[in-house]
């Protein structure tokens, strides 16, 4: 009975020690994908908003839009306002600026396949509770992410306010950039690395 609950609780402590390493290296992929676009663009970000907007803010524009998550872009002059979407990737003048759209893909699959291969994994069911929980680190970054890249100006002129926004769009920042992309391609690098392992 005691060997049983220890194998039991060996199970345990392995699954949720499984679970708590995925979740951590979510944070990885998100910040390795970030600086690996940040070393990629900086300077046309640089060349594009100058001295107005953190260069960080501005990196962070463009690695939501290699996530296929838009940036609004909001202003209002008195009682007169709108909103437009911005993609940065789309509409740079940069000829490796699409590059930027395979880099989490490809730091997720990386991330998948390094769990499954730490963990020894075989079996195609193992490989999906490895790479999964990848999700929980990386939505945690790309939700946070998405509310501290938030630009915004305000000047009075003539007495009358005028504002501006600019930030990438939170829901679809937490769901396709922080739930869809991880739970996709990191459970995918985790799948074909346990497939690999089971040779």
Known sequence: M??????????TVSRGSSVAASAGLGVLAAAIGYLVTYVLIVSEVREAVGDDVADWKGVAWYFYNAHMVDVEASGAFGSFGGASTVD????????????LYVIPPLVLLTIGAILAVQWDVTDIGEAVVVGAPVTIGYAIVMGLGALVAESSTEVEVFGIEATGSIAPEFVPALILGGLLYPLVFATAGSVLAAVFNAR
């Open 88 to 99: 940065f990737i789309s509409q740079s003048s940069s000829s490796g600026a699409s590059l």
């Open 2 to 11: 005691t060997a049983q609950r220890s194998a039991t609780d060996d199970s």
